[in-house]
C-alpha cells in the first residue's frame, strides 16, 4: 500500500501559501487535481481539514505537519507531500515553524488504511536523515525518490 501511495504522491517543492489555511486550500487543491476526489467536495474537506486544526494541530514537532481528512467523497488514499524552506506557523506541539507537510486524504470505508498512512508517515517525521534530506532534494522526483529510500528504513 505504501510503494502505491508513494507512487500517485503529488510532490510540492515549495508551497506559495503564507500561512495554515492558506497551505491547506492548496494542499487539497494538489490532491484534487491529482484524482483524489471531485473539485465540488474540496469545500467540505477543507472544512473538515480545519476544523481538525482548531481540536488540535497536526504539527507533529519536528519542523513537520501532518494534516489528515477522510471523506465519502475521496475515490483513493492520496499523499500530498510539500515543502516550505522559509517556515510556517503550523501551532505544532514544539511550537517551531513546519517546513515538511504531509497531506492524506483517505476514503471514510478505509480507516484502517488510513491509520497505516499515517504510522508511516510518523516514522519518516522523526528521522533527522529524512527531513534534512527532503529539504535539500532539488525537485519532486528527488523527494519521491527520498520517500522510496526511507520506507524500508522505517517500516511500510
Excluded: Y
Aim: hydrophobic content about 45%.
Amino acid at each position: 500500500m505504501i510503494a502505491k501511495l508513494i507512487d500517485a504522491a503529488t510532490m510540492v517543492g515549495e508551497l506559495l501559501a503564507t500561512d495554515k489555511k492558506g497551505a491547506l486550500e492548496e494542499l487539497l487543491g494538489h490532491a484534487e487535481a491529482g484524482g483524489a476526489f471531485p473539485q465540488k467536495a474540496q469545500k467540505a474537506l477543507q472544512k473538515r481539514l480545519i476544523d481538525r486544526e482548531a481540536i488540535g494541530s497536526t504539527g507533529l514537532g519536528n519542523t513537520v505537519a501532518v494534516p489528515h481528512v477522510k471523506g465519502d467523497e475521496v475515490k483513493q488514499t492520496s499523499l500530498v507531500l510539500a515543502r516550505c524552506k522559509k517556515g510556517l506557523d503550523w501551532q505544532a506541539i514544539d511550537g517551531r515553524p513546519v517546513h515538511s507537510v504531509f497531506l492524506l486524504v483517505s476514503p471514510a470505508t478505509q480507516p484502517e488504511g488510513h491509520l497505516q498512512c499515517l504510522r508511516w508517515i510518523a516514522g519518516l517525521a522523526r528521522s533527522a536523515d529524512f527531513r534534512r534530506f527532503l529539504l535539500d532534494a532539488k525537485d519532486g522526483n528527488a523527494m519521491r525518490d527520498l520517500l522510496r529510500e526511507m520506507s524500508g528504513k522505517v517500516g511500510s
